[in-house]
């Protein structure tokens, strides 16, 4: 909880000091377009019309973190299969979510740069789903795993070679309680 | 221009060293059938008044050669546009006629008016109008194209002119966002956030600044691609436990499933010009190639045969559909028409990625993101063989493009 206020205070510094020396965008500003001018568009009104059945559970984004480091699950380029080396590494999730009943689990997809990024959103969401098969395999309630695929907008390796595509082509695991 | 220069001529040797088919952009002067250009002289068409009639008519001159239909020109020409563009009291009034040689009657004769601060977007109205009387197809310059820009690690929605001008930030969410897709009335754009978190579909209505969230199931919603009626779209989710084609009424309602392949995902949904099929992504066969399926579901039949990767497909106004297919280790921008049984067409060659590929309504011209040295820049591409316009500019990364329907 103090790591997360932590965090936000950071990011409020950072912006700040991104909007001071007017790198942040300026709202009504205008700035050097390709071949114009560009102007903000001002602020954007939001309605939720968003209901009917969840067949895979409620989302619960707004749960307490918890502070559990699992090592990522791997996969080789355009495949979502669990291989025999990743297997360990999910076991080891199913192993803590069965001792701790009251922990509830996103299972996130990721995929490497190369590739259409609908495309990889789709394969990330795969990647994602497939690790939460196996969990309830191990007997793990579905009701407690939702999936989240970030496709290729989350790289952890900022890298453009095999080194670095290998890492970012994973599922993460973030808990709450 | 030296380190340009020295780039090239690397790759020039690179390319020759290894075999792989190059030519540089300047190098591509493919005449096709039907891309014979038509002599037009604008010259009687005359400003007047104060300075909004001079920027009519450079916009309209500059609207006409960029069409890639036509040949300006000061000499008797096979078309002659006259008419007055006078700019008074803050507003800009406009007769037009367009003549063809050795016929007595106009081929149109209009007026116009607007405020003379809206002079740039009558011309490209008129150039549309003069574009469809002559070609039958409708022009391009009033044409917006929305697409995600990544700047500074933020990724959000513009939308920018049919050449690049008038570039307007949409969203500034700081939230991820994708995939964005114009409802055929051109008033409103579907995209995929994660404003609340997860990959959602939202509706941004233009006029009213009104943000909608309209599908959010559990899982994954992304990919909505609004029917050509306005009345549903086709979209991918993953509510039922895998990534699956889905058809649903515009409001979220009613939800019909169109795939079911347990072991694969779908991506990338479009639909027909006639809204009775959609192409889209699948990697059923291990890797993503196209497939093209009813509206009502049933079989789909895969359409893509080369390349080892086939994705982002855009189904065009005259059937064709546009989509990017990995060749040679770089995606290239390929044309098909599953209907005619012709061979498909490679329309980009440089060894560079052309990915997202959308077309414009004059089913010539195809909007792409060109990725080289890890930048995405958009590009206005003519499948008839004009060179190239590059339209955006800015720092940092450019990338799914869509291009208006109006």
Redesign the interface.
């Known amino acids: 909880m103090l790591s997360r206020t932590f965090y936000k205070v950071v990011i409020v510094c950072c912006l700040c000091s991104l909007v001071g020396t007017g790198c942040f965008w300026r709202r009504g500003g205008k700035g050097r377009g390709a071949g114009g001018d560009f102007s903000d568009s001002g602020e954007i009104l939001d309605i939720d019309r968003v209901g009917g059945d969840n067949p895979l559970g409620p989302r619960f984004a707004d749960g307490v973190p918890v502070d559990e480091q699992f090592q990522n699950v791997l996969f080789a380029y355009d495949s979502f299969s669990i291989t025999d080396s990743e297997i360990s590494k999910v076991e080891t999730v199913g192993d803590y979510m069965t001792r701790n009943q009251d922990v509830r689990l996103i299972a996130e997809g990721h995929c490497d740069e190369r590739g259409s990024r609908e495309y990889n959103l789709s394969l990330g969401e795969h990647r994602a789903l497939a690790v939460r098969a196996y969990l309830v395999g191990l007997g793990v309630d579905g009701a407690r795993i939702q999936t989240r695929s970030y496709g290729e907008e989350q790289p952890l390796d900022p890298g453009h070679d095999e080194s670095a595509w290998r890492l970012n082509r994973r599922v993460e695991f973030a808990l709450f309680r | 221009m030296l380190g340009r220069m020295a780039v090239r001529a690397v790759l020039v040797w690179a390319v020759a060293i290894c075999g792989v088919p190059f030519r540089s952009i300047a190098q591509v002067t493919v005449v096709k059938p039907g891309a014979e250009k038509v002599a037009i002289n604008t010259a009687g068409m005359r400003p007047a008044g104060a300075d909004a009639g001079r920027v009519f008519r450079a916009t309209l001159d500059s609207d006409l050669e960029r069409s890639g239909w036509f040949t300006l020109t000061g000499e008797v020409a096979s078309l002659t546009v006259a008419g007055v563009a006078e700019d008074s009291r803050g507003r800009l009034e406009v007769s037009c006629s367009l003549l063809y040689a050795g016929r007595p009657r106009n081929s149109f004769k209009r007026s116009y008016n607007a405020q003379s601060s809206d002079a740039r977007r009558l011309a490209h109205r008129v150039a549309d109008e003069i574009v469809e009387a002559v070609k039958g197809v409708p022009g391009i310059a009033s044409t917006r194209i929305a697409m995600i820009g990544s700047v ?1 690690g933020r ?1 959000d929605l ?1 939308i ?2 049919a ?10 969410q700081g939230a ?1 966002c ?2 964005p897709g114009w409802y055929p009335d051109g008033d409103s754009i579907v995209y ?1 956030s ?1 404003h ?5 579909i939202y509706r ?1 209505d233009l006029s ?13 919603n ?2 909505a691609d609004i029917s050509p009626d306005g009345r549903s779209m086709v979209l ?1 989710l ?6 699956e084609l889905y058809v649903m009424d515009v ?2 309602q009613r939800v019909t499933r169109l795939t079911r392949t347990p072991h694969a ?4 949904p479009s639909w027909s010009p006639d809204g009775k099929r959609i192409v889209y ?1 699948s ?1 059923s066969s ?3 190639q196209l497939y093209v399926v009813s509206r009502a579901g049933g079989g789909a039949q895969r359409i893509s045969v080369r390349g080892n ?1 086939n ?2 497909p855009d189904w065009g106004p005259d059937g064709r559909i546009a989509f ?1 297919s ?1 060749r040679s280790g770089r995606y290239q921008i390929c044309v098909l028409d599953p209907d005619s049984g012709e061979p498909e067409e490679q329309v980009t060659t440089d060894y560079v990625d052309h ?2 590929p959308s077309w414009a309504r004059d089913e010539r011209h195809i909007v792409y993101a060109r990725t080289a040295r ?1 930048e995405s820049v958009l590009y206005l591409l003519d499948t008839m063989g004009d060179p190239e316009i ?5 720092q940092g990364d450019w ?2 493009p869509a291009c208006s329907p109006k």
């Open positions: 500074g990724k513009f920018c002119d050449y690049g001008g008038g570039l307007v930030q949409v969203t500034r991820v994708l995939a995929t994660f609340k978190g997860f990959p959602d941004i009213s600044r009104r943000r909608t969230r309209i599908v959010g199931y559990p899982g994954l992304t990919g991918t993953s509510k039922d436990g895998n990534p409001s979220g995902a779908e991506a990338s992504v990697d291990g890797s993503p990767e994705v982002a990017s990995r990915e997202d890890y590059r339209l955006t500019a800015m990338y799914s």
